[in-house]
């Protein structure tokens, strides 16, 4: 199956810190490439999958669930710390739910999580009846391009199959339940306008984990996907902050890339 324009998965080798990112429910790569990219620009070996399901069609999608979504990034993950000696997850909206997995379930193996709109539960008041509606109904509307930058659209499904939906709703869950295994430095950036997942799921988020290391920032002017919107610059600068706080290695790593690039000027 032909993937959608920008679906394509991303990855770099730089230095040795590593940087996993993940995109989110019915989204792809393409939401969080330009997060990706500059990560890569400063160095760091990044890399960005595409989820199993996603970046094609709905009806692909409709025959996932979280488990093969997961496994995706648990095996990039493992791939990333073989090559890196330090290694940092990120993700938006569901990829920050299965980054915040990841550091649940692997522990000192990741250095630091960095998260945007991260989702914990599905508002919609029909979602307990997922179980049941999910056989009678096999999609509802779509959620991408929730933006507020005008002319900038997220590539992503424009229906959600209740399938998934009911499987993402039981991730959500068994998330919940793993937030107080995270214990690593916490970086968590959310729109307080966000048409997708409610501001609650950052304050739930931040109630449940275990982390000392905590700080959360607002993007002001900025929707749900906020990697491609008017906040995007301030996403990316602190993400770097909070990696070069926490490996200072990866310092020299963005350095080098700098003289590469006057040199090749």
Avoid at 121 to 129: G, N, S, Y
């Amino acid at each position: 199956m032909p993937l959608l324009p920008g679906a394509e998965p991303f990855r770099r080798d730089g230095g040795e810190v590593g940087v996993l990112v993940c995109h989110g429910f019915t989204g792809s790569p393409q939401s969080v490439r330009p997060w990706a990219e500059h990560l890569a620009d400063q160095g760091l070996t990044v890399s960005l999958p595409l989820l199993p399901g996603h970046g094609t069609r709905w009806q692909d999608l409709q025959i996932t669930t979280w488990q093969d979504w997961y496994a995706e990034v648990d095996r990039e993950l493992r791939a990333l710390t073989e090559r890196c000696t330090t290694v940092f997850v990120c993700g938006l909206s569901m990829g920050a739910a299965l980054a915040l997995r990841l550091a649940a379930k692997h522990g000192d193996a990741i250095a630091g999580v960095a998260v945007v709109n991260p989702g914990n539960k599905i508002h919609d008041a029909a979602a307990p009846l997922l179980p049941v509606l999910r056989r009678l109904v096999r999609t509802t509307k779509g959620i991408a391009s929730d933006i507020a930058k005008p002319g900038i659209e997220e590539v992503g499904y424009d229906r959600v199959p209740l399938d998934a939906a009911h499987s993402l709703r039981r991730f959500f869950q068994q998330v919940d339940s793993e937030l107080p295994r995270v214990t690593q430095p916490l970086l968590v950036m959310t729109s307080p306008q966000d048409h997708v997942v409610p501001p609650v799921d950052s304050e739930r988020i931040l109630s449940r984990v275990s982390s000392t290391d905590v700080r959360q920032t607002l993007l002001e002017r900025s929707y749900h996907v906020a990697t491609l919107d008017h906040d995007a610059e301030q996403i990316f600068r602190e993400t770097v902050a909070f990696i070069t706080r926490l490996a200072p290695q990866a310092q020299a790593g963005t350095a080098q890339e700098g003289t590469a690039d006057r040199g090749g000027a």
